[in-house]
């Protein structure tokens, strides 16, 4: 080996190697990045079963804004539509109650569809709320998925879209 044409097979090896790493990086972030999920979400949850009979079926809506760090998602939410055997409303105003949302972001690289976590502490009338969602995400559609409460032991499936209901 020569003195000679060693600095440039060194150079050489540096610079495939920076281009490789770089290939890398923009098919990480182009094809296998985390789509958007920062911003105003809508979500509805519908209670299947409950100890407390009286919750079955109902539809609960929320708004929430939320932020990512790396894959880290918080936010916060307000409760805005109700409908029960109480009948059917909505929170406007001083009436809705608001919660603190803190979730991640699971990719699956050999999947179509991400996993988002998120867990809900709402400051409700009278106590506090818990709720924990297990959604399903893609690219292309709307989180689904399935919540739990540890009012009354509510489980049921959960909706997230961007627009209103």
């Given at each position: 080996m020569e003195f000679t044409t060693f600095v440039p097979d060194i150079l050489a090896a540096v610079l495939a190697a920076s281009l490789f790493a770089f290939l890398f990086f923009l098919v990480r972030e182009k094809c296998f990045g985390i789509p958007d999920v920062t911003g105003k979400w809508y979500f509805e949850i519908r209670t299947d079963s409950s100890l407390y009979n009286p919750y079955i079926g109902m539809v609960l809506r929320f708004v929430a804004i939320i932020w990512?760090?790396?894959?880290?998602?918080?936010?916060?939410?307000?409760?805005?539509?109700?409908?029960?055997?109480?009948?059917?409303?909505?929170?406007?105003?001083?009436?809705?109650?608001?919660?603190?949302?803190?979730?991640?972001?699971?990719?699956?690289?050999?999947?179509k569809m991400d996993r988002v976590t998120f867990h809900l502490i709402e400051q409700g009338h009278g106590r506090q709320s818990t709720y924990y969602f297990d959604l399903e995400m893609s690219k292309t559609e709307d989180p689904t998925g399935e919540f739990s409460s540890m009012i009354a032991d509510q489980i049921g499936t959960c909706r997230w879209q961007r627009k209103p209901f």
């Amino acid at each position: 080996m020569e003195f000679t044409t060693f600095v440039p097979d060194i150079l050489a090896a540096v610079l495939a190697a920076s281009l490789f790493a770089f290939l890398f990086f923009l098919v990480r972030e182009k094809c296998f990045g985390i789509p958007d999920v920062t911003g105003k979400w809508y979500f509805e949850i519908r209670t299947d079963s409950s100890l407390y009979n009286p919750y079955i079926g109902m539809v609960l809506r929320f708004v929430a804004i939320i932020w990512r760090d790396g894959n880290r998602l918080s936010g916060t939410t307000e409760k805005i539509y109700e409908n029960s055997r109480n009948g059917e409303r909505s929170f406007i105003g001083k009436y809705r109650t608001r919660g603190t949302i803190d979730g991640y972001y699971e990719q699956r690289y050999f999947s179509k569809m991400d996993r988002v976590t998120f867990h809900l502490i709402e400051q409700g009338h009278g106590r506090q709320s818990t709720y924990y969602f297990d959604l399903e995400m893609s690219k292309t559609e709307d989180p689904t998925g399935e919540f739990s409460s540890m009012i009354a032991d509510q489980i049921g499936t959960c909706r997230w879209q961007r627009k209103p209901f």
